[in-house]
T-cell receptor, first 115, second 115 residues
Framework: KAGVTQTPRYLIKTRGQQVTLSCSPI?????VSWYQQTPGQGLQFLFE???????NKGNFPGRFSGRQFSNSRSEMNVSTLELGDSALYLC??????????????FGQGTRLTVV | AQSVTQLDSHVSVSEGTPVLLRCNYS??????LFWYVQHPNKGLQLLLK??????LVKGINGFEAEFKKSETSFHLTKPSAHMSDAAEYFC?????????????FGTGTRLKVLA
């Protein structure tokens, strides 16, 4: 069974540009969540999608957005990149997002460097 | 609001000696708690989870954790450390206060295993 796949694995962008990251969840999983990991802030929740609808959003500016397609694949977009957006972006998929004990399966992440 | 506090940012042990990684939680109701491990340049892997079925939870690779409500703790232990255990460990609580569930991560504990 294939795991969560994130592409690309590494990205280097310039300040002011925009970037799109992709996540393919485990087959059958309809919930996809995104997290940002930085040395200073740790792991922080960005947003969660289920059946193409954003159901939960973390405390990030509107430059961070996402979407989910009918096949459950998800993309996140960051516009007008800032140096502080440099981070490891992790995607997680799960079966049943409405249960507190639901296990999330994580991809290897996309490491974004903004220069 | 739900939160977790990992009491040690770094822990060093010798190979073959016990491991103890400490986590305290704050929750207004019975929490769902998880421990995840992150090896360098890898995603997060679930070690174990607590969902109120049993206070002593056994996970993969010989790890276990005990839920202690009176101490609001969920410490991770392993009887004998192996070199391959060197990684960063995250204590996680599942937070459903916004209607759907998302993970709240601790700040992580980096485990170093000395030969």
């Amino acid at each position: 069974k294939a795991g969560v796949t994130q592409t690309p694995r590494y990205l280097i962008k310039t300040r002011g540009q925009q970037v799109t990251l992709s996540c393919s969840p485990i087959s059958g999983h309809r919930s996809v969540s995104w997290y940002q990991q930085t040395p200073g802030q740790g792991l922080q929740f960005l947003f969660e999608y289920f059946s193409e609808t954003q159901r939960n959003k973390g405390n990030f500016p509107g430059r961070f957005s996402g979407r989910q397609f009918s096949n459950s694949r998800s993309e996140m977009n960051v516009s007008t990149l800032e140096l502080g957006d440099s981070a490891l972006y992790l995607c997680a998929s799960s079966l049943a997002p409405d249960r507190p004990d639901t296990e999330a399966f994580f991809g290897q992440g996309t490491r974004l460097t903004v220069v | 609001a739900q939160s977790v506090t990992q009491l040690d940012s770094h822990v060093s042990v010798s190979e073959g000696t016990p491991v103890l990684l400490r986590c305290n939680y704050s929750s207004s109701y019975s929490p769902s708690l998880f421990w995840y491990v992150q090896h360098p340049n890898k995603g997060l892997q679930l070690l174990l989870k607590y969902t109120s079925a049993a206070t002593l939870v056994k996970g993969i690779n010989g790890f276990e954790a005990e839920f202690k409500k009176s101490e609001t703790s969920f410490h991770l232990t392993k009887p004998s450390a192996h070199m391959s255990d060197a990684a960063e460990y995250f204590c996680v609580v599942s937070d459903g206060t916004s209607g759907t569930y998302k993970y709240i991560f601790g700040t992580g504990t980096r485990l170093k295993v000395l030969a």
